[in-house]
DNA sequence: CTGTTAGCGCTTTCAG
DNA sequence: CTGAAAGCGCTAACAG
């Protein structure tokens, strides 16, 4: 038996470190505190040395418990995989370090029922403040941590939760990727979207997709959903008539990738026969075929904005609820300079 | 102000709960700890009434400072944006949870300072045990550390750090590598590496790669590193004459990137003029060119495998180190056809 | 089986 | 400016 729990044990404390510099455990925590101001330079030397030598470290826990304040957000992510939620989680992350503050990240996989159980967790390590990228099924359990602690929704909307939201302006996006293709002279387009799953920056690219289409008569759109049969429908879309050049949209980088995978299956020529703006900017856009068109997020922004929201909450900013919509930028590679047949 | 940190206080606790159910704070402690046993069933019963009336969740900040068990594990990252990280990240999280620990990422962004930071923090929350895929300068806080709590590393060695270590069989992966190529045709073949940084994984795999080519007469091999002369030295190994059929093997995921990105920029015909094989194997690699040869990492398991030996220490397994090392898989895909010129 | 009693390591009045 | 003392919420002997 290795004996960790001793070496855990015999971590040097505060007490330590007062009986080594001669004073009080008080005078060691107002060093270590925000009082250090209240010291005389003669103990605050003391201390300072009695620290070094001892190697002290506070115990942020012990420090939690007391105070309440533990330093620690909890951010809670749909899908770690996903590379816009990870560009965000860095930029949380960077943002919370400057402050410092600690990020506590839970994965929940898609799964409500991992949802739960984190939040049950986040709420039982005395989080101060919560980010949410997820569907928030679990609405009671939100609402009742939104009580507790401020909250700032990213990307997604959850009913009912009057939380601060940060996130891309999804209509002018969508408009401005119309636009860029239409003026390319594309006039048959299929938005690509991952299955509607009750997540609002979806609902809002497909609605607000409907909407532009819908403003320009010239223009066909449709819209169909990743799964098992989207090379099969691409096929469809590829293969009936439309009003003009036939172009993708992807609502999302995975929503990108699986309409490239299909449309290799298809023996498509990458993008001659078909035009592609997508939503998101990853890596390996500009690697495929004539590079991918994309929309670019300002995932990093939206990550320390979301972040910056919840210190402003923290510090007691008791304002009505904000959203902050960042706007996309539109980098143009091959997959829609619209010379087709 | 809002008053969240009323909120937060004023949160039910283990007394509240005591004296709804009219026991003591030591039975609802048995309650919500291991020793449910030791109640009896009317008491059990009036106390799990009480706790789901009061919604009562234990503070977890309190359970560990009295225990010092917190049932938190810390996880060190040199870059959170490297696909092979969040996979093996994702795998870790994984089995934490199913243990019913939880896990603290820090990322380092390959930064030695934030290093340390991070250390730092990670101590003063009292996590039990630590999985490190960081450069582990620092050595002194790491052994500090490591006399503390069970650590293990994952793919990449600290000098003089006596900890288990979880990995690929670098050896063997390149072996395969080389091996495929070879029989594919190619002779001439150039290794494309992050920069040397002392990354243990990628000293083996250069090494590997050296005795592999000097095993091999008729094989031509050499090495550089990625950065932004990369295009440039391609370019040169492109046009020097060598013993035959040229191909990049690409030492990691983002070596892959970026050498596809050089190709495509001195017009390369992918993959006709060139083969590649890359380790990792990234979601996109299918897309590019005629799709990329990957030696995919068993990375889900490097991750699971990675907690499971720090749960065995921890639970006082004292045995010598171990290192455990995958395998890779062999994915072929276009790029290494071999129908050269 | 159950309650009482000390603390875990730290912060924070409240008196000097 | 400094120290003593009383907890934060919970666990762990130790007695019943």
């Not at 967790?121 to 401020?150: A, C, F, K, W």
């Not at 609902?203 to 008569?217: G, L």
Request: aromatic letters at 4%; charged letters at 25%.
């Amino acid at each position: 038996m290795n004996d960790f729990s001793a070496a855990q044990r015999s971590r040097v404390t505060m007490l330590d470190v007062a009986e080594h510099a001669g004073v009080s455990k008080a005078s060691v925590s107002r060093f270590i505190g925000e009082d250090r101001a209240l010291l005389s330079d003669a103990i605050a030397s003391r201390i300072e040395q009695a620290i070094s030598e001892l190697g002290y470290r506070p115990n942020q826990m012990a420090r939690g418990l007391k105070r309440g304040r533990t330093r620690l957000i909890g951010m809670l992510v749909a899908d770690i995989r996903n590379p816009y939620s990870i560009a965000v989680m860095h930029g949380v992350e960077t943002a919370c370090r400057q402050h410092g503050y600690s990020l506590v990240v839970c994965n929940t996989d898609r799964d409500d029922e991992q949802e739960r159980q984190h939040l049950a967790l986040l709420r039982s390590y005395n989080i101060e403040g919560l980010i949410v990228n997820t569907l928030g099924h679990h609405r009671d359990e939100l609402r009742e941590l939104r009580q507790e602690m401020p909250m700032v929704l990213v990307d997604r909307k959850v009913e009912q939760l009057d939380s601060d939201l940060v996130g891309l302006d999804n209509p002018a996006a969508v408009e401005m990727a119309i636009a860029h293709l239409e003026e390319r002279g594309y006039r048959d387009v299929l938005m690509v979207t991952e299955p509607y799953d009750g997540t609002s920056s979806r609902i809002e690219r497909v609605s607000s997709f409907k909407a532009q289409v819908a403003q320009r008569p010239a223009f066909s759109g449709a819209v169909v959903e990743t799964g098992g049969d989207l090379t099969a429908r691409l096929n469809t879309f590829l293969q009936t008539p439309g009003p003009g050049p036939k172009a993708l949209f992807c609502a999302n980088g995975i929503a990108a990738l699986a309409s490239t995978h299909s449309l290799r299956e298809l023996k498509c020529n990458l993008f001659e026969d078909v035009g592609l703006i997508a939503l998101d900017d990853l890596d390996w856009y500009p690697l495929v075929g004539s590079g991918i068109t994309a929309l670019a997020q300002p995932t990093e922004e939206i990550g320390a904005s979301a972040f910056e929201c919840l210190l402003k909450r923290l510090r007691g900013d008791d304002g009505p609820v904000r959203t902050l919509d960042f706007s996309a930028r539109l980098i143009v590679r091959g997959s829609t300079l619209g010379n087709l047949r």
